[in-house]
T-cell receptor, first 109, second 114 residues
């Protein structure tokens, strides 16, 4: 079983729509959780950290469910510029981050 | 501007040749990492270094080598022993410390073996 699993999508949504997707992780000792965004043929960039109480950054909301071992990302009022691949990242110790393969979101006009 | 630079952006290599990918950072980060990314897959850790003159193998270190002689630099050599080297290589760095600190990535090097 992979350490981090994501639905690859693609999620095709119209502008203004809400899109949400999850990521599951296998290591119950995981401590830190992140969402990164990766544009085509570019490097990943941190979108947001995910905290136990859930957190929001503008149109983006991240949630953590430790009991079921998943994190989620919700994007409200989608923009064309939100089209990207979203990588789920989980870490269980200080040095090693485990990456999901990514969920592709395409926002259409 | 602080950041991570990788060079070259694109690299072509003939089979049987060794090639070295450059990674430099001026963020004063202690830890540096090398990943490879293949289409449809997540990033896989090749090597990492938490301090100068020390480095450890990641999940897929076979066929690769690294050095960490300076804090700012962490070059990766792809040797001829690496059977499938064509991939997107990403270098990252972070402050050594709590795992809540995030990694910052360089722009990557696309290696193609001809």
């Amino acid at each position: 079983r992979k350490e981090v699993e994501q639905d690859p999508g693609p999620f095709n949504v119209p502008e203004g729509a809400t899109v949400a997707f999850n990521c599951t992780y296998s290591n119950s000792a995981s401590q830190s959780f992140f969402w990164y965004r990766q544009d085509c043929r570019k490097e990943p960039k941190l979108l947001m950290s995910v905290y136990s109480s859930g957190n929001e950054d503008g149109r983006f909301t991240a949630q953590l469910n430790r009991a079921s071992q998943y994190i989620s990302l919700l994007i409200r009022d989608s923009k064309l510029s939100d089209s990207a691949t979203y990588l789920c990242v989980v870490t269980a110790n200080d040095y090693k981050l485990s990456f999901g393969a990514g969920t592709t979101v395409t926002v259409r006009a | 501007d602080g950041g991570i630079t990788q060079s070259p952006k694109y690299l072509f290599r003939k089979e049987g040749q060794n090639v070295t990918l450059s990674c430099e950072q001026n963020l004063n980060h202690d830890a540096m990492y090398w990943y490879r990314q293949d289409p449809g897959q997540g990033l896989r850790l090749i090597y990492y270094s938490q301090i100068v003159n020390d480095f450890q193998k990641g999940d897929i270190a076979e066929g690769y080598s690294v050095s960490r002689e300076k804090k700012e630099s962490f070059p990766l050599t792809v040797t001829s022993a690496q059977k499938n080297p064509t991939a997107f290589y990403l270098c990252a760095s972070k402050i050594r410390g709590p795992s809540t600190d995030t990694q910052y990535f360089g722009p990557g090097t696309r290696l193609t073996v001809l």
